[in-house]
């Protein structure tokens, strides 16, 4: 919903910019919209305030523009940068036409003679607000002006670089999020309108199309595809091979034919992969189909390499095509033919056209997507409404909380730091992977013995060497300066060396806008005194409240809430990049403190806020855009892992049984080395004595010493031979034998020895069995079990029948509850290679993948079973994780849960690449778990709470919840939405969350 200005227009139909139907999902292929009319002057002024488009450019979700630049004139824009591009007088004259606001300046041509001509990047800077200026590096580095990559812009200056999606899309950190954040909201408008004017006049004359030309591929790249294809498909045939031969080694947890699947799908994948690159580099960067990919308008690569290249292998359900009829997917295959063509491999391109059988696999996987979209529909509406009806009460209060209809405080600052979403961005945080050195260099003035630049750069260097006073506020910023970047490290240990944060106030943009405005030149002289700077900063930041009150609790939540800010803060504005990198003067400097004072002001939440209903639908909106069934990753690891929006209704539910529990399970040594995780692995993974068994008998085998078993009269001899202290004597043994013998393959795998597994069942009962085993190296591994009669031999006659029924009762107890090894519950473990953030010798943080020094090796588990497994020895109990979240509950408490579930949230919206602000997931966790127990986004959690009986009753179960309310003769005091929603009364939230008092004496 948004406020529209109307503007009379001749004819009858509806218009609407381009850039704002992607906030409303509207097209333009029949789509129909309601019109409100606002009908009373509040209404007006309320639609006018908060609800016009503008102030919606920059989306509180995500913390970034909702609307950029699509379609033709992202297109455009991208066409108008190339480098090949130039305007004559006549069409610069009249494009300037079409630039909003224009000064009358026309620039100067970049082309003097033999004729003036002007680039396309000189046009398209003039609709880019002088306040804009970013840097976008490359790969290529030095070389990015060169080769024209990347993006540079300049006080609007575009300098090198194409415009894509990236840049003036609706992307955070984009020019239409920098406009809006410097220029507000007008600002952000006018730059949409001013790129679309310009680029689409220039486009009239310019134009843009595409036709089959664009994706014929050359002869030499047809080639080379086929190249690709035939490789991977002797590959293939290799493996068929391997696997015909019974040769293949079955990877870890997984069965030989599962390897086999597994193995030819990547090979497969990488067929189509090469392909597609091959195909990629062959085409011209004038290429109309390349164009639209890489100006981010429409398409991607793998688009243009299925029309160029191959269509690649079909999926049903995460797999290759399934046989369908008897062990085969046609008729037109023949019968057990697991051939990449049989089994849905297209290797041909949609230009070629594709054969009939690889036709019905493309419908085949075609028709799965259409299913699952029209079940996700379903599912995802259902998990939107009830996150909604499980938040809707939830407003931000004047005195910063977050409460709901009861007064119950959900969140005692509203996303942990009372910040409105939309101010905020990411950033880097410099100080945290600095090594000591370079941490020095950057922020430590000595001015006992000062640096050059300290006495030709600096107004008063030389008055200031050995200054007392000065040195004094040096010393305290430089501790002040350690201490942050030790907090920062250890705040976040967990994220690796991510320096990005989502900050608010863009500080950095602050200071360069100061610049520009202040006209401080690179080479000026600063006249800042460390008297000055150090405590003005530092004012700065006492003011900066979020939580006010001065008991001590007050003063610890309000450093809290803001550790990570400030401490972006004090580095930026350490007097040394003050005097050293930027050199502002004194006006400039002040102007920057009064200007982050002002925004600080600006950026608190707006008491009244119904921030509830803005986390739901921020969390059901990227929901709706999952696929409902993220197939398991095609990796190596077979550790299976829930995503999407089955484990999204699991968290939200909290089932009790998950489909793929797994656990982390991390070491306690400070390296941990592959053997270390190996012998772990052995400690934690569940054996029990069926897993290693083929097959278990009971005979009656009345002679003790030899045997009537053939196979085993040499192991009964050789042991009777021996005389050895532990034989127990024979007299006593029953003639009844329970005979087990283990496979031989599944004990190598598992590395355990027929010793251990006949030391384990003796240890279990010490006293009342005979124990006989065959030798390590034997063909068949053999245990044979006789029981031990104590005391008299006279009940020998009934004795004997019940004691096979005896044996039978001890196999299956030696089988199924005799643990051989590990920790119940554990059903595999797999060794895998995590990289770890470690603090290198020079105090820089590294976290480099596949280096030595970083690398740590952790077990990924299937199946939990957190306690047993934080008593192994060897397990880092602070760092082992699972995704069961009753478990941790149990032994973690409810603060761990809270973490668990925001950490799991935040991993399924991640997975497919939506970003959401932490704050909306943060408020849902902690509605699941303020009451102290968790409770699930579902009738039996969340709608037993105690909030008033019409509101509960409008979310499931109506008649009871009235049935009861009306028996007990309930009130509903009618705080919350619903109620006042069904009574037709103003509700208390936004512009309803407050009372005008009357003074009666100015009455």
């Not at 001065?550 to 003063?555: L, W």
């Not at 009342?768 to 005391?791: C, H, K, M, P, Y």
């Not at 480099?848 to 199946?863: A, F, N, V």
């Not at 994780?881 to 032994?891: K, M, P, S």
């Amino acid at each position: 919903l948004m406020g529209h200005r109307v503007r009379v227009m001749p004819y009858s139909t509806f218009r609407l910019n381009l850039s704002v139907t992607s906030p409303y999902n509207a097209d333009f292929d029949g789509d129909e919209m309601n019109l409100h009319v606002p009908q009373s002057e509040e209404t007006r002024a309320e639609v006018k305030e908060l609800c016009l488009v503008p102030l919606n450019i920059v989306s509180p979700q995500k913390n970034g523009p909702l609307m950029g630049i699509v379609q033709d004139s992202l297109a455009g824009a991208y066409k108008l940068c190339r480098r090949d591009v130039f305007l004559t007088k006549e069409q610069i004259m009249n494009c300037m036409l079409w630039v909003p606001n224009w000064d009358g300046v026309i620039p100067q041509p970049a082309i003097y003679k033999p004729r003036p001509r002007w680039t396309g990047k000189q046009l398209i800077s003039m609709v880019i607000p002088k306040e804009v200026s970013l840097f976008n590096g490359t790969d290529s580095g030095e070389n990015a002006p060169l080769k024209d990559e990347g993006l540079l812009i300049q006080a609007g200056q575009l300098m090198y670089g194409l415009l894509t999606k990236k840049n003036i899309g609706a992307a955070a950190g984009g020019i239409v999020h920098i406009s809006y954040n410097e220029l507000g909201p007008e600002g952000a408008m006018a730059f949409l309108n001013g790129v679309q004017q310009v680029v689409t006049y220039w486009l009239l004359n310019n134009g843009h199309s595409i036709g089959i030309g664009d994706t014929i591929p050359d002869a030499a790249t047809i080639a080379k595809v086929q190249v690709h294809i035939d490789e991977e498909k002797a590959e293939v045939a290799r493996l068929t091979a391997m696997a015909t031969a019974n040769e293949l080694e079955a990877l870890p947890g997984m069965n030989v034919r599962a390897t086999f699947e597994n193995k030819v799908s990547m090979a497969l994948n990488q067929a189509r992969d090469k392909a597609g690159t091959t195909t990629q580099k062959s085409l011209k960067d004038s290429n109309n189909a390349v164009t639209m990919a890489s100006s981010g308008s429409k398409g991607s690569s793998i688009n243009i390499s299925q029309m160029t290249a191959l269509v690649g292998q079909q999926i049903v359900e995460g797999k290759r095509i399934p046989f369908g009829f008897k062990y085969r997917t046609l008729p037109h295959f023949t019968k057990d033919d697991y051939s990449p063509e049989a089994r849905g491999f297209v290797e041909n391109s949609y230009l070629r056209g594709l054969t009939p059988s690889e036709f019905f696999f493309h419908a085949m996987a075609g028709r799965e997507g259409l299913i699952d979209t029209a079940v996700k529909t379903a599912e995802t509406g259902y998990i939107q409404r009830r996150l909604v009806k499980a938040l809707e009460d939830l407003s931000a209060r004047y005195d910063g909380t977050v409460r709901n209809s009861l007064g119950d405080i959900v969140q005692f600052l509203y996303g942990e730091d009372g910040l409105d979403a939309m101010i905020i961005e990411k950033q880097k945080l410099g100080i945290l992977n600095m090594s000591n050195s370079a941490f020095e260099k950057k922020y430590r003035l000595d001015l006992a013995n000062p640096p050059d630049w300290f006495k030709h750069d600096y107004e008063f260097g030389n008055e200031l060497t050995g200054d007392k006073e000065s040195m004094e506020y040096l010393d305290q910023e430089w501790e002040k300066l350690l201490a942050d970047r030790r907090q920062v490290r250890q705040i976040n240990k967990a994220k690796g060396n991510e320096e990005m944060m989502q900050l608010p106030l863009n500080i950095t943009r602050i200071i360069e806008s100061a610049k520009r405005v202040f006209n401080v030149k690179a080479n000026d002289r600063s006249n800042l005194r460390p008297s000055e700077v150090i405590p003005a900063v530092q004012n700065l930041l006492d003011s900066m409240k979020i939580v006010r009150g001065t008991d001590e609790i007050s003063i610890e939540a309000d450093a809290n809430a803001s550790i990570l800010f400030k401490a972006l803060l004090r580095s930026r504005l350490a007097f040394k990049e003050v005097v050293k990198e930027h050199r502002l003067n004194k006006l400039a400097f002040d102007h920057i403190l009064g200007e982050l004072q002002n925004r600080w002001d600006r950026a608190f939440v707006n008491p009244g806020e119904m921030v509830g209903v803005l986390a739901a639908q921020s969390i059901g909106e990227p929901a709706t855009q999952m696929t409902l069934n993220t197939f398991h990753f095609a990796g190596v690891s077979s550790k299976n892992v829930t995503l999407g929006v089955p484990r999204l209704k699991e968290i939200l539910n909290l089932a009790k049984n998950i489909k793929t529990p797994s656990m982390a399970v991390y070491l306690n040594t400070p390296l941990a080395r592959q053997e270390q995780a190996k012998k772990l692995r052995s400690m934690v993974e569940y054996t029990n004595l069926r897993s290693v068994t083929s097959v278990t008998e009971i005979y009656y085998d009345p002679n003790i010493t030899e045997t009537n078993i053939p196979e085993d009269v040499d192991m009964v001899e050789s042991y009777y031979m021996i005389p050895d202290e532990s034989v127990d004597p024979t007299a006593n043994q029953s003639r009844w034998l329970l005979r087990i013998t283990l496979d031989r393959q599944k004990l190598l795998d598992k590395e355990i020895k027929i010793d251990d597994v006949a030391q384990r069942i003796k240890e279990e009962y010490p006293t009342d069995l005979a124990v006989i085993f065959s030798d390590n190296n034997a063909d068949e591994q053999v245990i044979r079990i006789r029981t031990l009669q104590t005391g008299d031999k006279d009940e020998e006659g009934e004795g004997g029948m019940e004691e096979d029924v005896m044996l039978k009762r001890l196999e299956a107890h030696l089988l199924d509850t005799l643990t051989l090894r590990g920790v119940p519950g554990i059903e595999r473990a797999f060794l895998t290679k995590g990289t770890r953030l470690t603090e290198g010798p020079d105090g820089a943080l590294l976290a480099i993948k596949d280096d030595p020094r970083c690398t740590q090796w952790y077990l990924d588990t299937s199946g939990t079973a957190l306690r047993d497994v934080l008593a192994v020895d060897g397990v880092d109990a602070t760092r082992t994780y699972t995704n069961d979240l009753y478990q941790i509950v149990e032994v973690f408490g409810i603060e761990a849960a809270r973490a668990a579930l925001a950490k799991e949230l935040t991993n399924v919206l991640a997975f497919d690449g939506s970003y959401v602000n932490h704050r909306h997931i943060a408020l849902l966790v902690d509605v699941m778990t303020y009451r102290g127990s968790i409770s699930a986004v579902t009738r039996h959690g969340i709608n037993r709470a105690d909030t008033g009986a019409l509101m509960r009753c409008s979310f499931e179960e109506t008649v009871e919840i009235l049935l009861e309310a009306a028996a007990t003769g309930e009130l509903d005091d009618c705080r919350g939405i619903s109620e006042n929603v069904m009574l037709g009364q103003m509700a208390p939230m936004g512009t309803g969350n407050f009372d005008v008092l009357l003074d009666p004496k100015m009455l």
